[in-house]
Nanobody
Framework: VQLVESGGGLVQAGGSLKLSCAASRRIFNINHMGWYRQAPGKQRELVATLTSGGGSANYADSVKGRFTISRDNAQNTMYLQMNSLKPEDTAVYYC???????????????WGQGTQVTVSS
């Protein structure tokens, strides 16, 4: 399975971007799906997660009220709508999907290649 992110770019503070994470095929037995980010010189941090059923989302305190995570099962795609962007949101954003292989019970852990988000002041 490949995860391909898109939607990053350069935006002014206060602006919006919508990131997409498209899976190459449908993924089953998902335990965790979410968005992470890594700024230069910093550790990767969790931004938002969504339950496999899509009914419950959790956000880092720094993005609550500004970011929204969602999914489109028919399109095998996860999204991150980012509003009121701040310079401190500048980072490479990664999507992640983890779960258990239905056939052998092995864990899988898929990551996208990352998409750069740069917010200018």
């Amino acid at each position: 399975v490949q995860l391909v992110e898109s939607g990053g770019g350069l935006v002014q503070a206060g602006g919006s971007l919508k990131l997409s994470c498209a899976a190459s095929r449908r993924i089953f037995n998902i335990n965790h799906m979410g968005w992470y980010r890594q700024a230069p010189g910093k550790q990767r941090e969790l931004v938002a997660t969504l339950t496999s059923g899509g009914g419950s989302a959790n956000y880092a305190d720094s993005v609550k009220g500004r970011f929204t995570i969602s999914r489109d099962n028919a399109q095998n795609t996860m999204y991150l709508q980012m509003n009121s962007l701040k310079p401190e949101d500048t980072a490479v954003y990664y999507c992640n999907v983890r779960g258990l292989n239905a056939y052998n019970g092995d864990e899988y852990d898929y990551w996208g290649q990352g998409t750069q988000v740069t917010v200018s002041s």
